[in-house]
């Protein structure tokens, strides 16, 4: 069972993977008011700890929860309440967590006092979009203490070269996606079978998570509809590991 935990929303931009983020679509499509670039707490903000009427926890022990997908975990305005999301982490030892940030460079300075080595429980998930950001993101990444690392190429915008970086080691699975949106830039179908044998090769998992909305293979760009972006996605069938999501 895998749930969704946003305990805030809202987010700003950072980097060329942010242009077109569907946070600002999504807030723009439902009417929101509040600008989407404005962090704040939502209702589920202590989602892991609900109760039954029966006093038992509402989400059972061994429920992956996926954090922060409205936002970033590591984003400076979620500073004073990202304690109390370590000690609900803490709370549910039962259960699995992860998160994607694209602000990996924060996280040292965000990690609660009895993190050690990383939390058993726990996988932190980088996102990189482009070589520049690859670059940058990726020997940070390593260096952290951290017992469950994903790599994520998603918006992929360009043919990526991650063979530094790939160690079976240090890295559990690379997922990659295209972007998805009106505006969205297109996914090269080469770029990811690149990125794929790059994985083979050095004995990572990898994981074509979803097409974007324009997808270029042999020549022709496609339309993806957005609800049939993922299962395009997997008729690939290229995966040589099964996407979380």
């Known amino acids: 069972m895998t749930e969704s935990w946003n305990p805030w929303h809202g987010c700003h931009k950072i980097s060329a993977g942010c242009k077109h983020c569907y946070v600002y679509r999504e807030d723009a499509a439902f009417g929101t008011e509040i600008p989407s670039d404005q962090v704040r707490k939502t209702s589920s903000f202590r989602l892991p700890l609900k109760k039954d009427r029966h006093k038992n ?3 059972p022990s061994g429920t992956m929860f996926g954090l922060c997908f409205t936002s970033d975990l590591l984003i400076e305005e979620a500073d004073p309440w990202r304690e109390e999301i370590w000690e609900i982490i803490r709370q549910r030892r039962d259960c699995t967590f992860f998160f994607f940030t ?15 080595e990383g939390y058993e429980h726990v996988a932190v998930g980088c996102t990189v979009e482009n070589q520049d950001r690859a670059d940058y993101r990726l020997p940070i990444f390593l260096s ?9 190429v998603a918006p992929m915008l360009e043919r990526i070269d991650l063979r530094p970086y790939l160690n079976p ?7 990659a996606s295209g972007e998805s949106g009106k505006y969205a830039r297109t996914l090269d179908y080469n770029w990811i079978l690149d990125l794929r044998a790059q994985c083979i090769e050095a004995q990572v998992p990898f994981c074509f998570h979803q097409t974007g909305s324009y997808f270029l293979k042999d020549g022709k760009t496609y339309h993806i509809p957005r609800e049939k972006q993922i299962s395009q996605a997997r008729k690939a069938g290229i995966d040589t590991r099964e996407p979380r999501l």
């Open 57 to 59: 926890f509402k989400y």
């Open 144 to 152: 952290l203490p951290i017992r469950h690392r994903l790599l994520i």
């Open 169 to 175: 080691q240090h890295i559990e699975e690379v997922s």
């Open 102 to 116: 694209k602000r990996i460079d924060r996280l040292a300075a965000c990690l609660p006092a009895d993190w050690g």
